[in-house]
């Protein structure tokens, strides 16, 4: 042992977060079940299973928007152009973060008005301070949200740690018109509200084809699927809010992560897999390992997570005040990194079969994508190749006909697409 390693604690840590083939295969069992049980009653599935009041595009959508992808670590604005044929382009982007040392926009001390004039300062951007010409916008809001059409959207309950007071229960492009107005955009006319696991969706059927998944992977973690409720009525996105899902053994790292945040007992798979809260997982595993208070390692980036698989821990694990490890020792700590990783590709792995399990029903799984965006996902190619391996465990020779396909920038394209939908 040195530096207060404990290399026994170590591996029953890694222990912890492993998933071994026949808990995978029954926790996708469990997903399709929730899917199932939240179509006919949602009280009975931890799936929240949101209408979108949207179906997919045809690609021939055409106009100029504005996108306001709002439910990140980054709020993003973007003029864009839909040019039909699967095609668009940017004409212009504005973006700042929601949270520096000097502001911080997601917390309980921000009033709302606040939260929504920074909004509005973002579009000011990206219209270039054009007051005059009429600009539909889409919004894409990346929480919980009750719907009654596209074009607003009442927020359930803020996730991923966000808690301004007086936006749950609130529709949220009414607050955004407000701000609007405030701020003289009175030409700018918010039309559309999407999830951004629906936008992504849009995006990639406005190009692509078959494609009836689509996923965040991000600061947060959901899945949306399009619906076809055996042609009873028309075809929906249903925003499923996966990362609620609870039917799952999370270990006390999990227990202790959920008990000290925002939301106890809330979004418990989120808190599994999504880049809001690997790297405090792995700080709090650190923890038990070095045998140091909880709250004593400072929380990891998923990055840092990743760039511990690709260069070793002992640089990253340095800039959190972990010195002096044996080699051995830190190869446990790399070890433990990939665990939590891979653990939490296993899981979006096991949403992805129960959804396409759902989708076809007692036939075949169809040859389709499913579309992914996310910082995460996009970034991390561990987790890339771990939920590819996961799929071949859990459909066998049927994963072959699944390409999983990395949309970038879906939430903003989805904005835009939803925008012209709503008419
Ligand atoms: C959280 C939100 C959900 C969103 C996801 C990804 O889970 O509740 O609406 O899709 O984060 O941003």
């Known amino acids: 042992m040195s530096g207060g390693w404990d290399s026994v604690r170590a591996q029953a840590a890694e222990a912890a977060f492993c998933i071994r083939a026949g808990e995978l295969a029954q926790t996708a069992a469990s997903f399709r079940f929730d899917i199932e049980q939240g179509l006919k009653n949602k009280d009975v599935s931890s799936l929240r299973m949101l209408p979108s009041y949207t179906a997919l595009p045809d690609g021939g959508e055409q106009g100029d ?25 940017i004409l212009k982007k504005a973006a700042a973060p929601l949270r520096c040392a000097v502001y911080d926009f997601t917390s309980q001390d921000t009033p709302r008005e606040e939260l929504f004039d920074f909004l509005a300062g973002l579009v000011d951007s990206a219209m270039d301070g054009d007051t005059k010409t009429p600009c539909r916008l889409g919004h894409t809001f990346s929480f919980p949200s009750e719907q ?28 955004l018109s407000e701000a609007l107005v405030r701020h003289g ?12 696991t629906v936008a992504v969706l849009l995006a990639a059927a406005y190009c692509m084809s078959p494609v009836f998944i689509g996923s965040i992977y991000a600061t947060g973690h959901n899945v949306c699927y399009l619906e076809s409720f055996e042609g009873k009525q028309p075809k929906m996105i249903l925003n499923m809010e996966s990362g609620g899902f609870s039917k799952l053994i999370p270990n006390e790292y999990d227990n202790a992560l959920d008990a000290r945040s925002e939301k106890p007992g809330e979004q418990r798979m989120e808190k599994m897999t999504s880049g809001r809260y690997l790297g405090e997982l792995y700080a709090l595993a ?9 709250g004593t390692v400072p929380v990891f980036s998923a990055a840092e997570l990743s760039g511990i698989l690709s ?51 007692s036939g075949m799984i169809l ?57």
């Open 65 to 89: 928007f504005l996108a306001l992808d709002f439910g990140g670590t980054n709020v993003r604005v973007q003029r864009i152009r839909l040019l039909g044929g699967g095609k668009w382009e």
């Open 311 to 361: 260069d070793g821990a002992e640089n990253i694990l340095h800039f959190h005040g972990i010195d002096g490890l044996s080699k051995e020792e830190y190869e446990e700590a790399e070890a433990l990194a990939e665990a939590v990783l891979r653990r939490s590709a296993r899981l979006v792995a096991a949403e992805f079969a129960g959804t396409l399990w759902h989708l076809a029903g």
């Open 367 to 423: 040859p389709q994508s499913i579309a992914v965006d996310g910082s995460v996902y996009e970034k991390i190619p561990f987790l890339q190749a771990a939920i590819h391996d996961a799929l071949v465990e859990l459909l066998g020779s049927d994963s072959r006909k699944i390409t999983v396909a990395c949309v970038k920038d879906g939430s903003a394209l989805g904005a835009a697409i939803a925008a012209c939908i709503s008419e």
């Open 148 to 175: 009654d059409s596209l074009k607003d959207a009442k927020l359930i309950i803020w996730t991923k740690e966000f808690a301004v007071p007086g936006v749950e229960g609130e529709y949220v492009n009414a607050l």
């Open 286 to 294: 650190l923890e038990y390992c070095l045998g140091r208070e909880k």
């Open 185 to 196: 955009f009175a030409n700018v006319k918010p039309v559309a509200v999407v999830n951004d």
